[in-house]
């Protein structure tokens, strides 16, 4: 009998198609900005074992930071600084294989190798962003990028300005 949880033997793609129902599920009864950015980090965080997932919400001219599962992270950054900053100021996704080669890369932690940027957009504009770091280096590429714009969309809905 095979002790592996289910999880773990899927590939990516099936791991986020079984994950876009669960999140949808669990943000459709919430209303609470705060509270499904939370679970959604977690979900992300627990299901791939991410170094670091979590929001940053724009606040004037910088992005402060909000509901996060990891090690402690910078609260503030400013826009087009790092890859937070950037993927705000080109208002798309940013991947990054390697940190160290990504000019102005903000390192919250030294463990940080691989990055990826997603923005969350409501009536063209961008209103937060999900940061997911990994340890590993090359960890995002594009099957990351649709699904984590996939389910950032879920979530416009529900986040508002300030
Ligand atoms: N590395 C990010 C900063 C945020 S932390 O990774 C949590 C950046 O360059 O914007």
Known sequence: MSIVPN??????????????????SLISGESDPIANMANVAAVLHDAFGFWWTGFY????????????QGPIACTRIPYGKGVCGTAWQRAETVIVPN????????????????????PVIRNNQVIAVLDIDSKDFNTFD???????????KMLQHILSIK
Not at 7 to 24: A, C, D, F, V
Not at 142 to 152: H, K
């Open 99 to 118: 940190v160290h080669d990504f000019p102005g890369h903000i390192a919250c932690s030294s463990a940080s190798n691989s990055e990826i940027v997603v």
């Open 142 to 152: 594009e099957t990351d990028q649709l699904y984590l714009e996939q389910i950032v």
């Open 57 to 68: 919400r724009i606040e004037g001219q910088q992005l402060v930071l909000g509901p996060f």
């Open 7 to 24: 999880q773990l033997k899927m590939n990516k793609i099936e791991k986020y198609q079984s994950l876009l129902p669960q999140i949808e």
